[in-house]
């Protein structure tokens, strides 16, 4: 699904009906604990461990009960090789899917991209700017086919001062910041020049990866995400 067509970043509503349609008792203890899981699914390795049902018992089940549209099979970002089943009427969690920059468990590079160079390209426009107004300026003006939350802005700014595209910066409240609080966070380009306004001083945490990414929480020493595959982690060790 393309982010043109306005793919929702909303979870759906839990149904709180049970299955209505007749089910074998496999199918029934297999869908009660696949349900009981709910927007984080379960792994059939766990389903049968957690049943002690024979493996071809798992298996015919689940096709059955995808069959009558009671289950899904997601993608878990972290473990894609394995299967992985939820309940119909929930969608996965971030911590599944990865959050707003995968799409069927692939990350989005394009969509990242194109919120990188707009977010460049309104900073330069605004002089500077918060998380905030960039994104109330980005949903405001239409410039993007999907509304963008102040988060996933937030998230792509420190990808920014991590590219040093934009640094980070803090409120003075006088000159251009005026109409920011002092002491606030802000952003402004890196080719401008004149820090005039009362002297912003560059966040303390913005010239270290680790204390802006926004992948920090999902980082171990040997996971998909990690120190030792971090591009940004190894230009600043470099620098």
């Given at each position: 699904m393309s982010r043109s067509q306005g793919s929702s970043l909303k979870r759906k509503r839990p149904d709180t009906n049970t299955a209505s349609q007749p089910l074998l008792d496999a199918e029934r203890v297999l869908y009660d604990l696949i349900r009981s899981k709910e927007d984080?699914?379960?792994?059939?390795?766990?389903?049968?461990?957690?049943?002690?049902?024979?493996?071809?018992?798992?298996?015919k089940s689940l096709k059955a009960l995808q069959v009558k549209k009671l289950i899904k099979e997601v993608v878990n970002i972290q473990s894609k090789g394995r299967k992985h089943y939820m309940a119909v009427e929930f969608e996965p969690s971030k911590e599944l899917t990865g959050g707003a920059w995968y799409v069927e468990g692939n990350l989005d590079t394009e969509y990242i991209k194109i919120l990188k160079e707009t977010c460049v390209r309104v900073l330069s426009k605004l002089k500077v700017a918060t998380a905030e107004g960039i994104s109330e300026s980005i949903n405001k003006t239409g410039l993007c086919a999907t509304e963008c939350s102040t988060q996933q802005i937030a998230e792509i700014l420190r990808a920014l001062v991590l590219d040093n595209e934009i640094m980070e910066v803090r409120s003075s409240g006088s000159g251009?910041?005026?109409?920011?609080?002092?002491?606030?966070?802000c952003y402004r380009c890196t080719n401008k020049g004149g820090l005039g306004g009362g002297g912003p001083t560059i966040g303390a945490m913005a010239s270290i990866p680790c204390g802006v990414c926004p992948r920090i929480t999902q980082c171990t020493p040997d996971g998909i995400i990690s120190p030792k595959t971090c591009a940004y982690y190894t230009k600043w060790l470099d620098f």
């Open positions: 984080m699914g379960i792994w059939t390795r766990d389903m049968k461990r957690e049943t002690n049902l024979p493996d071809n018992v798992v298996t251009e910041f005026s109409s920011i609080p002092i002491g606030a966070v």
